[in-house]
């Protein structure tokens, strides 16, 4: 860089350290806030907003996330399509309480479900299609459910 | 310190450059895909809700109920329960049309007017028990978010301050009772 440099010329040699420490700063900032689209969490559902809706609980791992469209359809992770009929959904819901019975008595339980099932569901879907889900989960088994709403700031 | 060691090294006779301008080109690939990756999310919380009792999940008809002392849950009925109605005219049915109230001391008591529901939710909220149930049924073709704001004006502790929130089937899926 400096071999061709001949008596008289002016070298300009810019210091890019300190640019290279913001920009390092810059992605540091960018990497913690940035948030990854979970795999379980429907980002195109379009939640309803309440004023009392808390903090999510931190220590929340056994989870079941139900994410209900703007059409009332259960949507499933791994799956490109919804589940449309109630006998697909029961079949689900059913299929998940099982596995996760047998998962509870693989690790010395009793075979005890305390996954809380968490509600995604979108504002335009109907009260029937919600109620008629959160029926199929009881029936299925369970006992804990939550619902997610967006917090009003 | 870096100057101090370039000096000594240059006296030395050996000019060591630290290549920055790639590092500086991969800083700013590496941030530019962090800027397209940050979509700042509204933020989500939790409410609680009480799943439908099974007799009432398993019968569209109160009638068909059977109450038994072993499942407690049959014989729960909320002190206090919310409905909300539609105009069920084809057009008008993702709206609410206007409240019915029913708590023990006022059966069947209609509200036309969120605000109004929430002035006599405030009203009743200093005679309530604290861990007094509210179920909150709607028309089946009601828009999910409106049954949030009641659910949201019920659980609110300035508004209704109720602690337990349930769902009931909506009324007029239940067939229509014998005469």
Redesign the interface.
């Known amino acids: ?1 400096t071999q061709g440099l001949q008596l008289g010329e002016v070298k300009a040699d810019p210091n ?2 300190p ?2 420490d913001v ?2 700063q ?2 540091m900032f ?2 913690v ?4 689209v979970s795999n379980q969490v429907n ?1 195109g559902i379009d ?11 931190k220590g929340l791992i056994d989870v079941l996330f139900l994410n209900v469209n703007k059409d009332g359809q259960l949507e499933v992770v791994g799956q490109d399509q919804p589940l449309t009929t109630p006998d697909q959904v029961n079949f689900y819901l059913t299929q998940q309480y099982s596995d996760l019975k047998r998962l509870d008595r693989d690790r010395g339980g009793k075979g005890v479900v305390n996954t809380v099932v ?2 995604r ?11 008629d889900l ?2 199929r ?3 299925a088994g ?2 804990r ?7 009003k ?1 | 310190m ?1 100057g101090e060691k370039k000096r000594r090294k240059r006296e030395a006779g050996i000019e060591v ?1 630290l290549p ?2 790639p ?2 080109d991969m ?2 690939q ?2 530019a895909f ?2 397209f ?13 009480n ?2 009792p ?1 007799g009432e ?2 019968a569209a008809d109160k009638n068909d109920v059977q109450p038994s002392e072993s499942d407690p849950e049959l014989k729960l009925d909320s002190e206090v329960t919310i409905t ?1 109605k539609t105009k069920q005219d084809g057009i008008n049915d ?1 709206m609410p049309s206007h409240y019915m109230i029913s708590t023990p001391v006022d059966t069947a008591h209609r509200l036309d007017r969120l605000e109004d529901l929430e002035e006599y939710l405030k009203r009743q909220r200093s005679d309530a028990s604290k861990d007094e149930e509210v179920t909150i049924k ?8 409106y ?3 009641i ?2 004006a019920c ?3 300035k508004i209704g301050g109720f602690k337990h929130v349930g ?1 009931g ?2 009324p007029d ?1 239940e067939p229509p009772k014998s005469k």
């Open positions: 860089m890019l350290t640019l290279l920009v390092l810059l992605i960018f990497m806030g940035v948030s990854f980002a939640l309803p907003t309440a004023q009392s809706a808390r903090p999510m609980e968490i509600l569901a979108d504002q335009r879907a109907s009260y029937r299609e919600v109620y959160l029926r989960v009881k029936e369970f006992t459910i939550q619902m997610r709403a967006k917090t700031t | 870096f450059e920055i301008t590092m500086l800083a700013f590496l941030f962090f800027v990756m940050y979509h700042p999310s509204a933020l989500e919380g939790q409410m609680q809700l799943l439908p099974s999940a398993k909300i993702s709607a028309d089946s073709r009601l828009k999910y978010t049954v949030i704001q659910m949201d659980l609110n502790p769902f089937p909506p899926m």
